[in-house]
C-alpha cells in the first residue's frame, strides 16, 4: 500500500484479470490515536453463493524519524 491506503478507494475490484473479484477496505482507530485498523475484505461467488474473506492488519501511523 506504500502509505496510500490512507487517501486511496476503499473499494473496487481485480479487473482486468479477475473481475469477479470485488474488494472493500475499511480504517478504524485501535486503541491509540497512532494505530490504525486496516480490514480489507475480498468478496465473490461460487457455486451461486457468495463468499468472503477478511484480512485485517494494524498500521502504525505516527513519526517514524
Given at each position: 500500500a506504500y502509505g496510500?491506503?490512507?487517501?486511496?478507494?476503499?473499494s473496487g475490484d481485480?479487473?482486468?484479470d479477475?473481475?469477479?473479484y470485488r474488494?472493500?477496505?475499511?480504517?478504524s482507530q485501535w486503541q491509540g490515536t497512532q494505530v490504525r485498523q486496516?480490514?480489507?475484505q475480498?468478496?465473490?461467488s461460487h457455486r451461486g453463493?457468495?463468499?468472503?474473506v477478511t484480512l485485517?492488519?494494524?498500521v502504525y501511523t505516527g513519526n517514524s524519524g
Open positions: 496510500q491506503w490512507g487517501t486511496a478507494a476503499l481485480f479487473a482486468p479477475w473481475p469477479e474488494w472493500s477496505a475499511q480504517i486496516l480490514d480489507v475480498v468478496l465473490w453463493k457468495d463468499r468472503s485485517t492488519t494494524l
